[in-house]
Nanobody, 124 residues
Framework: VQLQASGGGLVQAGGSLRLSCAASGRTFSSYTVGWFRQAPGEEREFVGA????????YYADSVKGRFTISRDNAKNAVYLQMNSLKPEDTAIYYCAAVARSQTLPTQDVSYDVWGQGTQVTVSS
């Protein structure tokens, strides 16, 4: 499977954006998908993930209650809805996938496939 993230942009604090992660490949429904972000000068940070089976989700404390991950397997897509954005959410956002994970991995090394990233900038 190959991934492509899109939907980033410039938004004011308090605003919303929806990122999309489009996948190629007919087995996308068997992949757990995670979202990560990396701000300038900082390490890549886990944002959240959605499991391949059952659709359960898990979020980092920093985004819990503001961000929501969903998936549409018929469209081979996963979405990251970001509300109440803050300047500290500014980063490049990446989606990543791992096949048939029984857990919701929070470590980037657990993911096999990565998209190219999309820039999110939140102005104050």
């Amino acid at each position: 499977v190959q991934l492509q993230a899109s939907g980033g942009g410039l938004v004011q604090a308090g605003g919303s954006l929806r990122l999309s992660c489009a996948a190629s490949g007919r087995t996308f429904s068997s992949y757990t998908v995670g979202w990560f972000r990396q701000a300038p000068g900082e390490e890549r940070e886990f944002v959240g993930a959605i499991r391949w089976s059952g659709g359960s989700t898990y979020y980092a404390d920093s985004v819990k209650g503001r961000f929501t991950i969903s998936r549409d397997n018929a469209k081979n897509a996963v979405y990251l809805q970001m509300n109440s954005l803050k300047p500290e959410d500014t980063a490049i956002y990446y989606c990543a996938a791992v096949a048939r994970s029984q857990t919701l991995p929070t470590q980037d090394v657990s993911y096999d496939v990565w998209g190219q990233g999309t820039q999110v900038t939140v102005s104050s």
